[in-house]
């Protein structure tokens, strides 16, 4: 059993996010009367270095926003259910006070992790006029529904496909989605599970976020087992209980091959000092999408830390968000 202590340490590894200091610049300028997302600025934010599409090393690309600058809004909090596979899973919307159908940014969480980690970054987009939603996926960590024995990337893609599905109807609670303004931005293996979803529903994404998205999971499995029979039925894997199901479905998969399909713009932000998903995965994913930009968080690891990092990859991505249409510059 995981201590308390390590369990903070792995979720950090493994996509989890910081709370409060990610929304500070975004609350900082708000007026009128906030929600409960408001918090005090962190100083010292800093433009992200950047890797433009077809260059081999770091260059330099359009400035981000300054976040405090942008219009802010109230938003409420939803719980809405989404049924996959028979089960319904839990999950969580944050609807600004827009007065009209905004588009939606599908937030994933990574392994072992749960929507309340990714929920910051959710909480931030909802204040600048997006509707944000957290998934949870069917054993795909702590208090989720399911096994996480019978987890894997796969069974999260068929999840996601799900929130999509729902999302498009404008209905049952999805009515302040603009279903042809759908975002998906993924974290470590919520990264990844979001990279495949957009690659086989290309005409429901209409952009696609990527934070130190796990592209090496194939490459560390293989690290670990001499072949997928030496795989057990039930194993730790990165310090997550998993079964042999996980290992079966991304044993032989390029994922390379298969987010080539995705040609829409696509922007990935990886640390350069990521130990768990090194930063190489990332650089290919780069020259494998027909455009993509690759943002370096110089000196972030797996997860970037509360304060400037954070705010970095926010700044990354409200800018795309801005140069894709789905928000006003």
């Not at 944000?132 to 960590?141: D, H, K, L, N, W």
């Not at 455009?291 to 690891?301: H, Q």
Request: net charge negative; proline share 8%; with cysteine.
């Amino acid at each position: 059993m995981t201590s308390p202590t390590g369990r903070r340490a792995v979720l950090r590894a493994l996509g989890a996010t910081g709370a409060a200091t990610l929304l500070g610049a975004v609350a900082a300028c708000a007026s009128g009367p906030g929600s409960e997302a408001e918090t005090t600025p962190p100083s010292g934010a800093a433009s992200p270095g950047t890797t433009t599409p077809g260059a081999a090393s770091p260059g330099s690309s359009a400035p981000a926003p300054t976040l405090g600058a942008l219009p802010t809004y109230a938003y409420e909090t939803r719980d809405l259910d989404v049924t996959s596979q028979g089960q319904t899973l839990p999950g969580r919307l944050y609807v600004p006070a827009a007065g009209a159908a905004v588009p939606l940014v599908v937030c994933s969480h990574g392994l072992c992790s749960a929507p309340d980690d990714v929920a910051p970054v959710a909480q931030a987009l909802a204040r600048l006029g997006l509707a944000a939603y957290c998934p949870s996926f069917r054993g795909g960590g702590p208090g989720s529904v399911g096994d996480m024995t019978r987890m894997s990337v796969m069974t999260e893609v068929a999840d996601l496909e799900a929130v999509l599905t729902a999302a498009r109807t404008a209905t049952g609670g999805w009515e302040v989605v603009d279903p042809g303004r759908i975002v998906l931005l993924g974290q470590s293996q919520g990264g990844e599970v979001s990279a495949v979803t957009a690659a086989r529903h290309p005409e429901q994404v209409a952009g696609l976020v990527l934070w130190y998205p796990a592209f090496s999971i194939t490459d560390t499995l293989h690290s670990l087992y001499t072949s997928l029979d030496a795989v057990p039925q039930d194993y730790s894997f990165l310090g997550c209980a998993l079964g042999r199901v996980y290992a079966q479905d991304m044993w032989d998969y390029d994922v390379y091959t298969e987010i080539a399909g995705y040609t829409a713009p696509v922007l990935i932000v990886h640390g350069s000092d990521d130990l768990v998903v090194p930063y190489r995965y990332s650089e290919r994913a780069r020259t494998t999408y027909p455009d993509a930009e690759l943002v370096r968080i110089d000196g972030a690891g797996h997860g970037f830390d509360e304060g400037p990092q954070e705010q970095q990859a926010l700044a990354a991505t409200v800018s795309y968000l801005q140069r894709v249409g789905v928000m006003k510059a």
